[in-house]
Nanobody, 119 residues
Framework: QVQLVESGGGLVQAGGSVRLSCAAS??????????VSWYRQAPGKSRELVAT??????NYGDSVKGRFTISRDNDKPIVYLQMNSLKPEDTAIYYC????????????WGQGTQVTVSS
């Protein structure tokens, strides 16, 4: 059974940095065979895509471009989200997602980790 567990969230001041981790377990194929993504959901808002990575290709939401970086360690396997120059509007629950790229598509989500940015 695939499980994704996020960690690293917390309270941070505006302008600060946080690195989120998403530890994957139970994968039936290497992490490299998954598209990995980070989403976030702020109170009263819909869930939005923050960053996604497929192989060596990454894409970011417009609101985080230049500030956030998605990366992965395929051996561990862990997915990271480095968040710099944080703003109060980055406050949200951050979720990790992994989607299979080979064979039948399976989609997995973590339980989320809260990030709160104070002004």
């Amino acid at each position: 059974q695939v499980q994704l567990v996020e960690s690293g969230g917390g309270l941070v001041q505006a302008g600060g940095s946080v690195r989120l981790s998403c530890a994957a377990s139970g994968l039936t194929t290497p992490l490299i065979t998954y598209r990995v993504s980070w989403y976030r959901q702020a109170p009263g808002k819909s869930r939005e895509l923050v960053a996604t990575g497929t192989g060596g290709i990454t894409n970011y939401g417009d609101s985080v471009k230049g500030r956030f970086t998605i990366s992965r360690d395929n051996d561990k396997p862990i997915v990271y989200l480095q968040m710099n120059s944080l703003k109060p509007e980055d406050t949200a629950i951050y979720y990790c997602r992994a989607t299979t790229l080979i064979g039948k598509e399976y989609d997995y989500w973590g339980q989320g980790t809260q990030v709160t940015v104070s002004s």
